[in-house]
């Protein structure tokens, strides 16, 4: 059974460019969730999806970030503009219960 | 608020058992969670305990939860070099569809 994929693997963009993340969670999974990782650090939820419906964006910094899971499978995170600080990797995960599994990541550079 | 901390590195020769440590805040967690993420790739479970348990083993690596001192440790017997990883440990709140939170993470070096 195929895991949680994410693309692409790694982006590299200029400061105030657009990037865009896709996720295609674990096929079943209805709960997907988008973390940030910095350098050094745990991952720190941005947002979870139950079905389509967002149901946590508490800690999406909704001025420059947006996701999408419009027929509640894959999903995409969108960044517009990127800032030097966005530099981090990005993790998908999805769950069935109480399981999360995580995708590879994107790992986003911001120069 | 959730407050999860674990200490940065462990070194231990190929071999012996390590022991990676973890203190969270929230009593009231419902499960909590080892992942393993090796450089450049996501995070892979290794483990979780429910809190009503004290103890979980599963091959190499056993479990112990503490839940008088939030404390959850977990060991790692006959480490290999393949172990050398972060290791973060990870809590729940509710059950369901759950929000981890996520300690620093504990570098593991095993030394042949």
Redesign the interface.
């Known amino acids: 059974e195929a895991g949680?994929v994410?693309s692409p693997r790694y982006k590299i963009i200029e400061k105030k460019q657009p990037v865009a993340f896709w996720c295609n969670p674990i096929s079943g999974h209805n709960?997907l969730?988008w973390y940030r990782q910095n350098l050094?650090?745990?991952?720190?939820?941005l947002i979870?999806y139950?079905n389509e419906e967002a149901?946590?964006d508490s800690q999406l910094p909704k001025d420059r970030f947006s996701a999408e899971r419009l027929k509640g499978v894959d999903s995409t995170l969108k960044i517009q503009p990127a800032e030097l600080g966005d530099s981090a990797v990005y993790?998908c995960?999805s769950?069935l219960?109480?399981?999360?599994?995580?995708?590879?990541?994107t790992?986003l550079s911001v120069l | 608020g959730e407050d999860v901390e674990q200490s940065l590195f462990l070194s231990v020769r190929e071999g012996d058992s390590s022991v990676i440590n973890c203190t969270y805040t929230d009593s009231s967690s419902t499960y909590l969670y080892w992942y393993k993420q090796e450089p450049g790739a996501g995070l892979q479970l290794l483990t979780y305990i429910f809190s009503n348990m004290d103890m979980k083993q599963d091959q190499r690596l056993t479990v112990l939860l503490n839940k008088k001192d939030k404390h959850l440790s977990l060991r790692i017997a006959d480490t290999q070099t393949g172990d050398s990883a972060i290791y973060f440990c990870a809590e729940s709140l509710q059950t369901g569809a759950n929000n981890l939170f996520f300690g620093t993470g504990t570098r593991l070096t095993v030394i042949p």
């Not at chain 1, 050094?40 to 939820?45: A, S, V, Y």
């Not at chain 1, 219960?97 to 990541?105: K, L, S, T, V």
């Open positions: 949680v994410q709960t969730y050094g650090q745990g991952p720190e939820l979870r139950e149901v946590d993790l995960a769950s219960e109480n399981i999360q599994y995580f995708g590879a990541g790992r």
